[in-house]
């Protein structure tokens, strides 16, 4: 299982700022994003990459992970 | 116990090392290492110092050497008046563990009457004295970083949310000129959170209301105006009298645009954006940790990108957000603290979070990859439209 979290756009569109996925086994950072997705429906129209931080540190979507991990999707945010 | 101040004196000669002003000068040149001292009053400094020496007066020399000298080991020269208050000077400094203090011979006098090169400071008036008088009393800041503030340029981009915090901060703090690139009116419904601006200047330049209120808090801090839109055209030209670029734009094209330009002039970009009640911040410093593409190679389509007339935000949190942008902005200009440079603070308002997060540069990004050639500027409102096409 890994902790997601979501922040501003992401969590308005999916409408939860907290999540677990299940890991059936290892994972790519980018394979646990399309779960999310998958999750959410709303989330399809998210193009983007998002912003990733697993435990707190950037990573990419390459990155596996094993699970116990925390990760954060980020929004590109605009506005000022 | 020495009983007069002769026999202390002559008892501080036999412990304390000195040195003659000629070998000070050729001793400097070979060890860039050596930290000098001005251990006179400041009435006394304001007359002329040695280049390069670091002024603190006898009374402070203990409270603030290891602020000034962190490392025991790094040669030291203390001078005052006439080398009599230096030997006492450096007499305390080896008590504190300093192993390497010297102190000049003849002290100021002497190195005038060699010849040797004398600077005039420059120095902060009565007025500046007294304005900024809660500034020189922060170690951190001081004279040295009040000087360094009154003669920094910042520009900001944007007199909205963001911009007008920050401005107002930075006009207080004592920066010396502040640019300002908008080209909007004020509208009824920025005063929510646009403080520079009132009710009364509804419909006028956000540039030309920002500089009346920044003028009326800080009349001798000089107000740039740049009444035009932030383009690919003009962003070299408006960015390359500035020391530090402010971004508190509210749109996609400009952002990618800052980051562009200020990777290309290698100019720190201080970074905060909002949405609702969550908001972000950062400092892009080309060089020195990644830029906003290595985060965000492509932007949100254009129909997921919305601004904060359509989102919304609390008026408040630009207030937060843009002070942040302020505060970083400040220390990058006193060269202090731990700047955040590859780190990300979001700030979410609602549930009271700071959440801060490591970054990394891409090594391959497009515009600050290591090797790159600049690209070039884009068409950024193509590119923010349609991200899949410009990218590609």
């Given at each position: 299982m890994v902790k997601i979290f979501l922040f501003a756009r992401y969590a308005e569109v999916a409408g939860a700022r907290e999540l677990d996925i299940d890991l059936p086994a290892s994972m790519t950072i980018g394979e646990v994003w399309n779960s999310v997705r998958k999750k959410f429906?709303?989330?399809?129209?998210?193009r983007e990459t998002p912003l990733v931080a697993c435990d707190r540190k950037y990573s990419r979507f390459s990155h596996r992970v094993r699970g116990g991990e925390e990760i954060a999707f980020f929004p590109p945010v605009g506005g000022g | 116990m020495p009983k007069t101040f002769q026999e202390l004196m002559a008892g501080l000669k036999r412990q304390v090392a000195e040195i003659e002003p000629d070998q000070l000068k050729e001793r400097r040149q070979r060890d860039g290492n050596l930290v000098l001292i001005d251990v006179r009053e400041l009435d006394e400094y304001k007359g002329g110092f040695i280049p390069g020496a670091v002024h603190i007066p006898r009374g402070f020399l203990e409270l603030r050497i290891e602020e000034a000298?962190?490392?025991?080991d790094t040669p030291v020269v203390l001078y005052c008046a006439g080398g009599v208050r230096s030997v006492l000077a450096a007499d305390s400094l080896n008590h504190l563990g300093y192993r390497d203090v010297q102190s000049l011979i003849g002290g100021m006098g002497k190195w005038r009457t060699q010849g040797l090169q004398v600077e005039k400071p420059e120095m902060l008036s009565d007025w500046e004295r007294q304005r900024y008088a809660r500034h020189l009393s922060i170690p951190e800041v001081g004279e040295e970083g009040q000087k360094k503030l009154l003669r920094s340029r910042v520009i900001l981009i944007g007199a909205g949310g963001l911009g007008s915090p920050a401005a107002y901060y930075l006009a207080a703090a004592g920066v010396g000129t502040i640019g300002i690139v908008d080209f909007d009116l004020v509208d009824e419904s920025n005063l929510q959170r646009q403080i520079l601006h009132t009710t009364e200047r509804v419909g006028v330049q956000k540039t030309e209301s920002a500089k009346t209120t920044l003028l009326a808090l800080n009349p001798r801090v000089q107000v740039r105006t740049f009444t035009e839109r932030l383009s690919s055209e003009n962003v070299t030209d408006i960015f390359k009298d500035f020391d530090v670029i402010l971004d508190g734009s509210d749109n996609f094209p400009t952002r990618y645009l800052v980051n562009d330009a200020s990777v290309l002039l290698r100019k720190p970009n201080v970074h905060g954006s909002v949405f609702r009640f969550e908001g972000q911040v950062t400092v892009f410093w080309p060089g020195r940790g990644p830029c906003y593409r290595c985060l965000y190679p492509e932007p949100p389509p254009a129909d997921m990108a919305p601004s904060c007339a359509e989102?919304?935000?609390?008026?408040?949190l630009p207030g937060v957000i843009g002070m942040l942008e302020a505060v970083e902005t400040v220390k990058i200009i006193i060269e202090?603290?731990?700047?955040?440079?590859?780190r990300l603070i979001a700030y979410d308002a609602l549930r009271a979070t700071f959440r801060e997060l490591k970054l990394q540069r891409?090594?391959?990004?497009?515009?600050?990859?290591?090797?790159?050639?600049?690209?070039g500027f884009i068409d950024y409102e193509q590119f923010c439209a349609n991200p899949a096409v410009a990218a590609g």
């Open positions: 429906p709303a989330m399809a129209e998210i | 000298v962190p490392d025991r989102a919304g935000v609390l008026g408040i202090r603290g731990d700047i955040l440079i590859g891409d090594p391959d990004c497009a515009y600050c990859g290591k090797g790159r050639k600049f690209p």
